[in-house]
């Protein structure tokens, strides 16, 4: 019997359980996947404490994005067959869906046929770290050519995908990072500058690379007391996309900094993106073209087994690693 992953009670990793179940049979609008890979979200860490954007319904389900063979589709599934390559886009909650087992139950609408020379381990590692910045970046046309783009978090696996949209469309990417111990790794990624903002002066730094004139953008997921350092670091009439809470901390919004430079401040996810077949396509399209083409890499830093996807959690929350963790089932 299959395996799925779910928990009974907010806490550490350990309170993920294995469950075996009947092969699940897909409804009119589902697809049914052997799973072969599983890519981890810090959304699914804050999903099994309780600390997301949505309330969680326990006992509960969780895993966003996994890559399998297709094994029954339901009456109404159209773009998929039973022994296609696949993987699922981040476009449904996880009190409906989750993506950790063995095999598992997909709405039709956030599964996508695997693009020929792409594995199973880099389809689950290219949606949620390219499509969000693809959102902010390109499909709302924010990101210019010579812009400077701040990307706190820069070494998750959602930062490194910003490090290289941003350098795809001709911006300048500056990654923030808390010490040095990340920063030849970043560079090597495609980090153009990289400031430890532990050790640096984070609006100093910025006033140097831009020539005084400070970021137009600025992509974080943090939030917390640095975001007081982000809006100093802001150009006249620059643009913040906030698209985590990874602090745990009360986030200040300097009223007056905010005011005299003219900021907007945007509340964002991909969700909007993924949920739209129209622009989902679109997406996912520009994303594989740019990953066949080599213009986007998937970074994939560590490999767990299914068996050992509580040890995975625990690593995923050490946050010591540069990339995407991707589970092997």
Do not use: C
Not at 6 to 15: I, N
């Amino acid at each position: 019997m299959p395996r799925i992953v779910r928990f009974t009670q907010y806490g550490e990793p350990e309170v993920l359980e294995f469950v075996e179940i009947d092969a699940p049979e897909p409804g009119p609008d589902e697809v049914r996947i052997r799973v072969k890979a599983i890519g981890l979200n810090r959304a699914e860490s804050m999903w099994r404490r309780g600390d997301y954007v949505e309330p969680v319904k326990l006992p509960a389900r969780l895993g966003y994005e996994s890559a399998g063979i297709v094994e029954a589709i339901g009456q109404n599934v159209r773009h998929v067959a039973p022994g296609d390559a696949v993987s699922t886009v981040p476009a449904f909650s996880m009190n409906d869906y989750g993506m950790y087992g063995e095999v598992v139950i997909a709405p039709q609408h956030a599964v996508v046929r695997i693009a020929d020379g792409v594995t199973f381990e880099q389809a689950t590692a290219i949606w949620n770290p390219f499509i969000t910045s693809y959102g902010a970046f390109v499909e709302s046309g924010a990101v210019k050519p010579g812009d400077f783009v701040l990307i706190p978090a820069s070494s998750s696996s959602v930062g490194l995908g910003a490090i290289q949209m941003a350098n795809l469309v001709g911006a300048v990417s500056i990654a923030l990072t808390r010490t040095r111990a990340k920063a030849d790794a970043l560079r090597a990624l495609g980090a153009a500058h990289v400031i430890a903002t532990d050790e640096q002066d984070l609006v100093a730094e910025v006033a140097r690379i831009t020539g005084g004139k400070g970021a137009q953008i600025a992509f974080d997921p943090v939030g917390g007391p640095a975001f007081e350092q982000l809006v100093a670091a802001m150009a006249p009439g620059g643009r913040i996309f906030v698209y985590g809470a990874l602090s745990e901390a009360v986030t200040p919004l300097p009223m007056l900094a905010v005011l005299y430079k003219r900021l907007s401040i945007e509340g964002y996810n991909l969700f909007a993106t993924t949920t739209d077949p129209v622009r989902q396509k679109a997406a996912t399209d520009f994303i594989f073209d740019a990953v066949k083409k080599g213009a986007l890499t998937p970074v994939i830093t560590k490999r767990f087994k299914f068996d050992d996807l509580v040890e995975a959690h625990r690593e995923l929350e050490k946050n010591q690693h540069v990339g995407r963790i991707v589970v092997e089932v």
